[in-house]
């Protein structure tokens, strides 16, 4: 699909995320400030986890490219018992930032979706991430309550 943002066309393909994706996708996933959820935990997924999600039937990974370069991902988990999904991380390279990168990703990811059972689909934002905020509303988003991130890393230690 060609965009046209800031007089500059460009060729975006959006196709879901293969092994050979992971270490960009890694990268930019691990520098990007909106990942930060200011826990102990690892901020971002590893290799391992990623790897087993690409050949998961309940997930939905794609990447974009913009003339043959990395421009971006997105992840999405589908749980086909409960028919929702949760969008867990949207990322654009800065250079393709503010350029419809996030947009096809998203566009492409809800219908992949609509293909299914799923009847929801839910992500979380921070606060001060407005873009991300008009992203999602752009798409029939609605923004709800703020809450606070907590997390824990299991198994449980045995102290």
């Known amino acids: 699909m060609a965009e046209e943002k800031e007089g500059v066309k460009r060729l975006v393909e959006i196709r879901k995320m293969t ?4 270490n960009k996708v ?3 996933g691990s520098s990007s400030d909106e990942m930060q959820t200011g826990t ?3 901020q971002f ?10 050949q998961s039937s309940n997930g939905i990974l794609l990447t974009a490219e913009s003339d043959g370069e990395f421009a971006g991902f997105i992840l999405t988990a589908y749980n086909p018992d409960s028919k929702d999904a949760y969008i867990h ?21 809800l219908a992949e979706l609509e293909k299914t059972e799923c009847n929801h689909v839910y992500c979380l934002i921070k606060p001060d991430n ?3 905020r008009k992203l999602f509303q752009k798409h029939g988003f609605s923004l709800g309550e703020l809450f ?5 890393m299991l198994p449980r230690s045995k102290t």
């Open 89 to 109: 991380t949207i990322a654009a390279v800065d250079k393709f930032r503010g350029k419809g990168v996030g947009d096809q990703l998203l566009e492409r990811t």
């Open 40 to 42: 102990e935990s690892p």
């Open 130 to 132: 407005e873009p991300a």
């Open 19 to 22: 092994e050979a994706d992971l």
């Open 26 to 28: 890694i990268e930019l």
């Open 148 to 152: 606070h991130y907590s997390d824990r």
């Open 45 to 54: 997924y590893g290799r391992e986890t990623l790897s087993k999600w690409v």
